[in-house]
């Protein structure tokens, strides 16, 4: 009991600074407390928030689905689906490699992965690559269970045989991927026809983009022709040096014209052989399809 009141007596003392009749600058220590308990308080409460807010920076952070990543200086990477099966628990990631301006595909050569979850980051989760074809590739990321809050997805080129270089992260946040409880996973040839759909949509894109192209330029030629006309139709009031001022210009919007021709000439050539391709696509998902069942 004594003790007890020792210890009580002692945190009265403590909080001195805090007494309207001891709270003087000829109260010794009574300064000193109050600073320390307030540093304290202070300390204490950025430390609760500083932890706070860098738990919400990590938690909250993910890898939007069909939107392209810087990969390196001259190629990106798109997520293309992020798929947790919460039964399996498995997460399944389909990445889609591009050059950087868009020119052609990067094919996924000397690539690596290593994936880690936010609750055990110093754990390596198992991959396995379920599909690949030039510029995309199916993974399945093992054992993801409930509370992994964010997944690490790394991306490594592979130098020589023993090196390797680290390109990008890609983090899946178990608050926005896609969920599944299906006990019958996708398998290899799923995602090969999945893969050769996607290509038949991204030519279909292409077509109805060249088309809208085409339609514009025509109605830039139409708007030029128009204005060549108007040009004419001034000349007749003109002086021999206006005409031949009027002339220049529409030389030159004829020029303007030719150019717009060959353009559309090009992206017709574009469209043919994009319409073919999207026939031998049908084909192949056809063959495909049938093969496997």
């Known amino acids: 009991m004594y003790k007890l009141k020792r210890f009580w007596e002692s945190i009265k003392n403590h909080f001195n600074a805090f007494r309207t009749d001891k709270f003087s600058i000829k109260n010794k220590g009574s300064w000193a407390n109050y600073i320390f308990i307030l540093i304290g ?40 689906k992020w798929l947790w099966n919460k039964n ?52 399945r ?34 608050k926005k991927v896609k969920t599944t409880t299906k006990n019958n996973p996708k398998n290899e040839q799923d995602y090969i026809l999945e893969f050769i759909k996607s290509d038949q949509k991204n030519v279909k894109d292409n077509i109805n983009i060249s088309q809208k192209k085409i339609k514009n330029w025509e109605e830039k030629i139409d708007e030029k022709e128009a204005e060549i006309n108007k040009l004419d139709d001034e000349k007749e009031y003109q002086t021999k040096t206006d005409k031949s001022n009027t002339d220049s210009k529409i030389s030159g919007i004829q ?39």
């Open 41 to 80: 308080i202070i300390g204490a409460v950025l430390l609760l928030f500083s932890n706070f807010l860098s738990t919400d920076k990590i938690q909250n952070k993910h890898s939007d689905t069909g939107k392209y990543y810087k990969f390196d200086n001259s190629s990106k990477v798109k997520v293309d």
């Open 88 to 139: 399996q628990n498995t997460l399944d990631v389909v990445l889609e490699y591009k050059d950087i301006d868009n020119s052609g595909i990067k094919e996924d050569k000397n690539l690596s992965y290593i994936a880690r979850a936010n609750d055990n980051a110093k754990k390596k989760l198992k991959i396995k690559t379920l599909a690949k074809t030039n510029n995309r590739v199916a993974l």
């Open 141 to 174: 990321i093992n054992d993801v269970k409930k509370g992994f809050e964010v997944l690490g997805l790394e991306i490594y080129t592979k130098l020589d045989d023993s090196e390797k270089q680290k390109e990008t992260s890609l983090l899946a946040n178990e």
């Open 255 to 293: 020029d303007d014209i030719r150019d717009l021709k060959l353009d559309i000439d090009r992206k017709k050539e574009e469209i043919k052989e994009d319409k073919e391709a999207e026939k031998l696509l049908r084909s192949k998902y056809k063959d495909t399809k049938e093969f496997n069942d």
